[in-house]
């Protein structure tokens, strides 16, 4: 997740030649990404798409925990509206929008149902799960080997 992410962080939080400013209306910056010419449509919509793709795609096969695309959401959601957030309190001339939010999370949500097939199995209730290769056995339940005959 951190190898995924690091590279986009460190795009994010480059300091920009601009003054800060924020834009809290949902959908208002999408247009101006279109209407900026094929090239700055691309580089906004599919870049922003790939923020959290790698949060999305591995977080719920590092957590069972996570495995829904409504908690991945919640997460993408939470943790972009704080990249946001950061980008303006530190004024590093970046626009903190709201698209931004909602294209990060869209994009984190595919990324998480991309990795739907891997996530582990649920075990219906009243069911013991299978023994796994890793699974501890419990002190005195093993057979010792008698190394004295």
């Given at each position: 997740m951190v190898a995924g992410s690091l590279p986009w962080a460190v795009m994010l939080f480059t300091p920009q030649a601009a003054p800060r400013s924020v834009d809290l209306v949902p959908l208002h910056d999408l247009p101006s990404w279109v209407s900026g010419g094929p090239g700055t449509a691309a580089a906004q919509i599919v870049g922003n798409l790939l923020v959290l793709a790698a949060l999305g795609f591995f977080l719920p096969?590092?957590?069972?925990?996570?495995?829904?695309?409504?908690?991945?959401?919640?997460?993408?959601?939470v943790a972009s509206g704080v990249v946001e957030?950061?980008?303006?309190?530190?004024?590093?001339?970046?626009?903190s929008s709201a698209d931004d939010v909602l294209i990060n999370t869209v994009g984190a949500v595919v990324a998480a149902a991309a990795s739907r097939r891997w996530w582990a199995c649920p075990v219906p209730a009243g069911e013991i799960p299978?023994?796994?290769?890793?699974?501890?056995?419990?002190?005195g339940t093993a057979e010792v080997p008698d190394h004295a005959a």
């Amino acid at each position: 997740m951190v190898a995924g992410s690091l590279p986009w962080a460190v795009m994010l939080f480059t300091p920009q030649a601009a003054p800060r400013s924020v834009d809290l209306v949902p959908l208002h910056d999408l247009p101006s990404w279109v209407s900026g010419g094929p090239g700055t449509a691309a580089a906004q919509i599919v870049g922003n798409l790939l923020v959290l793709a790698a949060l999305g795609f591995f977080l719920p096969l590092r957590f069972d925990s996570f495995a829904s695309l409504w908690r991945v959401a919640v997460v993408a959601a939470v943790a972009s509206g704080v990249v946001e957030a950061l980008q303006w309190v530190l004024a590093i001339g970046r626009v903190s929008s709201a698209d931004d939010v909602l294209i990060n999370t869209v994009g984190a949500v595919v990324a998480a149902a991309a990795s739907r097939r891997w996530w582990a199995c649920p075990v219906p209730a009243g069911e013991i799960p299978p023994p796994h290769s890793r699974q501890s056995v419990p002190p005195g339940t093993a057979e010792v080997p008698d190394h004295a005959a």
